[in-house]
């Protein structure tokens, strides 16, 4: 069994992978500010006796390196960010310290203590808006925001410690959703925002025809590849998209929120947004040979799990 330290182990994808790496027996460490994050998230995690949270800010001196110099971790899983676009743009200094600054704070403390393998979370938004579909991973990087460049530097920070025998793994996630994905802000994940207002009983917007389509991944999926990255024995370093391979459409997606909810009225349609891309479609491959990870919960079924218990 391993030590895991998780940075943003109190968010969406964070907790997740808290509670998946707990049911494996494995020893965990969660750092999180909660900015972003809820300690209500880590519910079932925090009556665990292998676990324990320690609120701290990540890209702050000093406190990566006493928590890796104590604790001693196997592996770190990188998912501490500034998760909003819109906010890279509206504040790209503070998506440097949260993004790059955290990201060189766990580089240092990887290095300074041991630690023999990093998951760091990057994302699809390193590719930028690019019609070349799928997206391969050697398919150009063009990130179009703050936070697509903050990830795709990031990346290059930790690929070059394998040079000093740390095994890295990036992993270049697309659409996410799932349980406990915060639906705060407009700009949040479209499904949990769907989700929201059909259990509200309100009526949707589409913004556009609802033909555009994601590679939406249930956040189970990404638990599941986050654990092998860290844990199996015997990967080499490298970035891969974690995705499904499968396109959806938004008018899909409505399908099936609108067999739940019968009663509620059907959505409306608003304007396409600015900047919003019609297709985005991953390429599963990598992860697959390198990691031996394939997804295997389809978006109806996982729509239906967060449909039932939210
Ligand atoms: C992701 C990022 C976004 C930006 C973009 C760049 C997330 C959650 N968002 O957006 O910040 O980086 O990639 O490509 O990672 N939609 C509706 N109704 C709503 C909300 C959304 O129709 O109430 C549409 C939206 O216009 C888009 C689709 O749903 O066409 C998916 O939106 P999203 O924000 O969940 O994801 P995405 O990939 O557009």
Partial sequence: MAKILITGAAGFIGSHTTDRLLASGHTVLGVD????????????????????????????????????KEFRPDAIIHLAALVSVQESIQDPELNHRLNITATERVAAAALAHGVRRIVFASSAAIYGDTTDLPIREETEKAPISPYGAAKLHSEGIL??????????????????????????????????????????????????????????????????????????PGIAAGAANICTGRATSLLDIVKVFATHYPAVPPPSFAPA??????????????????????????????????????
Avoid at 171 to 194: C, E, K, L, M, T
């Fill in 33 to 68: 500010n909660l900015r972003s994050g809820h300690r209500r998230n880590l519910t079932p995690a925090l009556a665990a006796p292998e676990f324990r949270l320690e609120e701290a800010d990540v890209s702050a001196a000093g406190v990566l390196d006493a928590l890796a």
């Fill in 159 to 232: 690929l070059g410690l394998s040079a000093q025998g740390v095994t890295v793994r990036c992993h270049r996630y697309f659409n996410v959703f799932g349980p406990r994905q915060d639906p705060a802000s407009p700009y949040s994940g479209v499904i949990s925002i769907f989700d929201r207002r059909y259990r509200e009983g309100k009526p949707v917007t589409i913004y556009g025809d609802g033909q555009q389509t994601r590679d939406f991944i249930s956040v189970h999926d990404v638990a599941r590849a986050n654990e092998i990255a860290a844990t199996k």
């Fill in 273 to 310: 947004r600015n900047g919003d891309i019609i297709h985005s479609l991953g390429r599963p491959d990598r992860a697959q040979a390198e990691l031996g990870f394939r997804a295997t919960v389809s978006v109806a079924d996982g729509l239906g799990e967060l449909i039932r218990t939210g």
